[in-house]
């Protein structure tokens, strides 16, 4: 079954201070796997894209890791902000048409 | 630039009601997408449009049904409102195949009684 886990499926941190978001998945055939964040009340965008060749990406204080072989990817946020306090969601590829959807982790961020 | 845009972004129904909720796109995408949000679960797919004049179910149709009126328009009905039908739905359209971009719009709030 293609299956996206992710954890924690919540998490509070302090402004200033720095977290990992972990996604496992069973998904195959792997095409790519995108981290998408989603502000409360507001539809998910896109922070990176990760392919099957590719172990870092990062975009700004967003760093995203994969390990293939062991089918897991990680969100690091450094020097958390408040505006960083979000849904954030792993999503797998096997076609352009074939996506799936983790249940997405909360981070909440606290001056 | 609009992206994609969804109508309405919230709507109470009556159990057996119908709506439609409509969604447009401008960014010349091929493909697009309704999916619905529960608290707890991953966006599923409910139907998706590959391109213009076709369409096809994803993991969750029943109870659904949609139309792609251009390239532009993804339409999603629910004959038969219920309960089980409450939900925030997201439409999204597809931006260059290979690497699988998603854009959201920004989400319709859906209420049955």
Redesign the interface.
């Known amino acids: 079954k293609n299956q ?1 886990e992710q954890s924690p ?1 919540s998490l509070i941190i302090l402004e200033g201070k720095n977290c990992t978001l972990q996604c496992n998945y069973t998904v195959s055939p792997f ?2 796997l ?1 981290w998408y964040k989603q502000d409360t ?6 922070l990176t ?1 990760m392919t099957f060749s590719e172990n870092t990406k990062s975009n700004g204080r967003y760093t995203a890791t994969l390990d293939a072989d062991t089918k897991q990817s990680s969100l690091h946020i450094t020097a958390s902000q408040l505006s960083d306090s979000a849904s954030y ?1 792993c ?1 797998v ?1 096997r076609t ?2 074939k ?6 982790t909360t981070v909440t961020v606290r001056a | 630039n609009a992206g ?1 845009t969804q109508t309405p972004k919230f709507q109470v129904l009556k159990t057996g009601q119908s709506m439609t909720l409509q969604c447009a796109q401008d960014m010349n995408h091929n ?1 697009m997408y309704w999916y619905r949000q529960d608290p ?6 409910i139907y ?1 449009s ?1 391109s213009e004049g076709t369409t ?1 179910k994803g993991e969750v149709p029943n109870g659904y049904n949609v139309s792609r009126l251009n390239k532009r328009e993804f339409s999603l009905r629910l004959e038969s409102a219920a309960p089980s039908q409450t939900s925030v739905y ?1 439409c ?1 359209s ?1 931006a260059i ?6 854009f ?4 319709s709030r859906l209420t049955v009684l």
């Open positions: 996206v499926q095409s790519n995108r009340g507001r539809g998910p965008v896109s894209i969601i999503v590829s352009p048409y996506l799936s959807f983790g249940a997405g | 994609v493909s707890g679960m991953g966006l599923r797919l998706y590959a096809d997201f999204a597809l195949v290979n690497t699988g971009e998603l959201f719009g920004e989400g």
